[in-house]
């Protein structure tokens, strides 16, 4: 491709790992939104070569504040290799795709192009409210976790760090999650020390009595959350398809060139 | 009709359907084929891959195929066919209330068409809603908060000019309400599909019915709150429904916060044809039994009189439909044999 080497290639898509769809708290790759990756310029030497990403969301309509943070994520997470000097970011088929390529690729903010659209967004406000929810959710599949594994409230109210980091999990969608709320949990500081409580809220306080009312909070962050991601899952390896019905059973072909990425 | 395994009769009302045109020459720009092919993906998304339908059938379907599915083919006994303009978008609308109508009368008895009106129209929306009571007798509307118009790119059930409106519907007896609620579009900071409007709303407007379609979701958690307090906010299911098929466990957890929260007398079935055909769903529906330990969690069961109630009896309480008097009419004409 563009005589980058395999593991540039492999470097770039590490980074695009680590870009979450906000609203879904899932990496945009295991959602299937990057479409292609290229390098061009050398592919040697200190911030020479650029890097273009072409990605599509769920639909045309999705949410350009939704849109802007991933495109935002995107070119900052591989703008971090070293010999990378630019990652351009072309979001495609979608309703703001001109205005939104256009500010992305050139350093500026949301509010240069969507103020019309969006008057007083604060997508620093919408950022917290996602990293809320994708800590409880987050939290709640640990949680989870421990009471299948026969975890009683009173014992995992008061877990430390130190105590979750050596239990096992037998789950691996838990283990996941397990490292990714770690992960969270200290970069927002809610808890670093080994004697820390490893389930506060995200407020700072401990659970404490309150266990079965808060889990039905964090069930219905999940319940939300599972609904937008299971959509957008759908609705994305949809978007292209369309229903041969000549057959004895309908089935699904590709209507657009697809120029999905492979890793 | 939907007949139990065990020989009973289900009356079924399907709460949310529609017929329009959607067809590239009735597009008028970009946004009316994005439009539709987003629909279009919620369909080959999420439907069992023997009912996916091609795209051009999708995109215009006959009053034929309309009857067919629902009535012949399908299970229902009635149909709340609901009007959507999106003028912006389709240059005769979307699915007008005169399309509507039409199979309406080809077919009698079986549909209950609800109208649609812009409150930021102004004047212009009451001279309309005049029209709609006079002309089709309206007794139901349906809204559709994040509709362009001009500059504006969506409204909310409390906005002063909508008020005028809503008070408008109380005094001509057009009583039930549909609020298309549904996944986050633009523009979000003003949310468009956020739910605490509804609250207002429903506040304000006690002798008025709130059917909110899609129950909220992906705001089910205000969605219930809302409908715990209010006794005049129900809950469309369409949109929900279709993942009995794809994701049964995930479904499971939906109507059992529905039932924990709001109950099994406010939640209202709805396939939202043609996204979706009523034969697979309600055939689900009736077989399926929320798993066993979400069930425990909160307390509550899926049962088949609760069934009964969401397949129909809650939507005719609403529309005030008399089930045994339209039984007795059905039965005096027996189905209408469609594409004669």
Not at chain 1, 94 to 109: F, K, L, P, R
Not at chain 2, 18 to 34: C, L, M, V
Request: include cysteine; proline fraction near 5%.
């Amino acid at each position: 491709m563009d005589g980058a080497s395999l593991s540039q290639l492999d470097e770039v898509w590490a980074r695009l790992d680590l870009v979450m769809d906000p609203e879904l708290d899932e990496p945009v790759t295991d959602m299937g939104f990057i479409e292609a990756v290229s390098v061009a310029g050398p592919t040697t030497g200190h911030n020479n070569s650029t890097v273009e990403i072409s990605f599509r969301l769920p639909t045309y309509w999705c949410s350009p504040n939704f849109a802007f943070l991933m495109a935002q994520g995107i070119k900052r997470e591989v703008e971090t290799l070293p010999w990378v000097g630019q990652a351009v970011v072309m979001l495609q088929d979608h309703m703001s795709a001109d205005e939104m390529n256009a500010v992305i690729n050139s350093g500026g903010v949301f509010s240069d192009v969507f103020a019309d659209l969006h008057p007083g967004e604060n997508l620093e406000a919408l950022r917290e409210k996602f990293d809320q929810k994708a800590f409880q959710r987050r939290q709640e599949a640990v949680i989870r976790g421990l009471l299948a594994q026969g975890y009683v409230a009173d014992v995992i109210v008061n877990l430390t760090l130190a105590d979750l980091s050596l239990i096992p999990f037998d789950d691996a969608e838990v283990t996941r999650q397990c490292s990714r709320y770690v992960a969270l949990l200290m970069s927002k500081s809610l808890a670093q020390k080994a004697a820390d409580l490893a389930f506060p809220t995200y407020q700072g306080t401990p659970i404490g009595e309150d266990f079965k009312p808060y889990m039905d909070l964090l069930r219905s962050v999940r319940i939300n959350m599972e609904f937008s991601g299971s959509l957008c899952r759908n609705l994305k390896q949809s978007r292209y398809l369309e229903a041969d019905t000549s057959g004895a059973v309908p089935i699904l072909v590709t209507v657009a060139p697809s120029d999905h990425a492979c890793r | 009709m939907f007949i139990t395994p065990e020989g009973k009769e289900i009356f079924v009302v399907d709460g949310h359907t529609h017929f329009w045109d959607a067809s590239p020459e009735n597009q008028k720009n970009i946004h009316g084929k994005q439009f539709i092919d987003c629909f279009y993906a919620y369909h080959s998304g999420l439907s069992p891959k023997e009912q996916l339908w091609e795209k051009s059938k999708f995109e215009k379907y006959s009053a034929d195929d309309l009857y067919n599915d629902l009535f012949i083919d399908g299970p229902d006994d009635m149909a709340i066919l609901n009007s959507t303009y999106l003028s912006e978008f389709y240059k005769t609308g979307f699915n007008n209330i005169e399309r509507n109508a039409s199979v309406a009368k080809k077919y009698p008895n079986r549909f209950i068409v609800n109208g649609a009106f812009d409150p930021r129209d102004g004047q212009k929306a009451h001279e309309y809603i005049h029209y709609m009571k006079e002309t089709h007798n309206i007794t139901g509307v349906k809204m559709y908060t994040a509709e362009w118009n001009g500059a504006s790119k969506g409204w909310r059930l409390n906005d002063p000019l909508a008020y005028k409106c809503f008070e408008l519907c109380e005094k001509l007896g057009i009583k039930n309400i549909h609020v298309h609620k549904g996944p986050t579009i633009i523009p979000l900071n003003k949310d468009a599909f956020d739910v605490h409007d509804v609250d207002y709303a429903a506040t304000d407007f006690q002798n008025l019915n709130w059917i909110v379609e899609h129950c909220g979701l992906p705001r089910l958690d205000d969605f219930c709150w809302i409908a715990t307090q209010e006794t005049n906010v129900f809950a469309g299911l369409a949109v929900a429904l279709p993942f009995i098929h794809s994701r049964p466990r995930y479904f499971g957890e939906i109507i059992a916060e529905l039932l924990f929260w709001i109950g099994p007398e406010k939640i209202l079935f709805g396939s939202d044809y043609a996204i979706w055909t009523p034969k697979w769903l309600v055939e689900k529906l009736w077989a399926y039994q929320i798993p066993e330990d979400i069930a425990k969690e909160r307390g509550v069961q899926l049962t088949d009189e609760i069934k009964e109630k969401i397949l129909g009896l809650n939507a005719a309480r609403l529309y005030n439909i008399d089930i045994a008097a339209r039984k007795a009419e059905f039965a005096k004409h027996p189905m209408l044999i469609a594409a004669e």
